[in-house]
């Protein structure tokens, strides 16, 4: 069956590190994958899009990487900050023009 | 500044009540969706619309219906709410296109049935 897969433990780390969040999928084979933040109380926020023939993507302190043959991609926040914390949603495209997505990884910056 | 805007933040309703919850973008876009959001579970898509009186079911359609009457409004019903339903709902829209769009997602409506 399809699957889209994130992390459903909190992450938690110190300010100033790099955070790594990562989502997985199996049986799509998606043209896209796009990444979202969402804060408590919030609708998600769209952050960053990566296309499947794109190994890397970066946005300021964001980078995403999308492995099409491990089928996952990497979300990493650098020089992590209380800022950042919130939960990060990974969505991709079902091959049928509509948006799947993950369960969400909670992350944790502490000063 | 781009906005979807939903009717209520928070909302309690009584078992077997009609419930509706709108949506409304000023982004002149086509496509709306309805998702619901479970902990554990993700969002997850309940009804879509391409165009003005144009609807879809998506994966949890079953107690639900929409309406779209005007391009800017899309509208959920609860035809008879159940405690099942409790949840946070979130409308998104995005323009036509090729589906690489960002979807711009309202700020969620907390629905509790008691």
């Known amino acids: 069956s399809q699957k889209i897969e994130q992390n459903s433990e909190a992450l938690n780390i110190q300010e100033g590190k790099t955070a790594t969040l990562t989502c997985n999928y199996t049986n799509y084979s998606p043209a896209y994958l796009q990444w979202y933040r969402q804060d408590p109380g919030r609708g998600p926020v769209f952050l960053l899009l990566?296309?499947?023939?794109?190994k890397e993507k970066r946005k300021e302190r964001l980078k995403v990487t999308f492995d099409t043959t491990l089928k996952q991609s990497l979300f990493h926040i650098t020089a992590s900050q209380p800022a950042d914390s919130a939960t990060y949603l990974c969505?991709?495209?079902?091959?049928?023009?509509?948006?799947?997505f993950g369960q969400g990884t909670t992350l944790q910056v502490k000063p | 500044d781009v906005k979807v805007t939903q009717s209520s933040r928070y909302l309690v309703k009584r078992t077997g009540e009609k419930v509706f919850l709108e949506c409304v973008q000023d982004m002149d876009h086509e496509n709306m969706f309805w998702y619901r959001q479970d902990p554990g579970l993700g969002l997850r898509l309940i009804y879509f619309s391409y165009d003005v009186k144009m609807k879809e079911k998506g994966d949890i359609p079953e107690g639900y219906s929409v309406s779209r009457e005007k391009k800017e409004r899309f509208s959920l019903i609860l035809e008879s709410a159940s405690t099942n339903q409790t949840s946070m709902y979130l409308c998104?829209?995005?323009?036509?296109?090729?589906?690489?769009?960002?979807?711009?997602f309202g700020p969620g409506t907390r629905l509790t049935v008691t």
């Open positions: 969505a991709l495209d079902g091959n049928t023009g509509k948006l799947i």
């Open positions: 998104a829209s995005i323009p036509a296109g090729t589906g690489y769009n960002e979807q711009y």
């Open positions: 990566i296309r499947e023939n794109e």
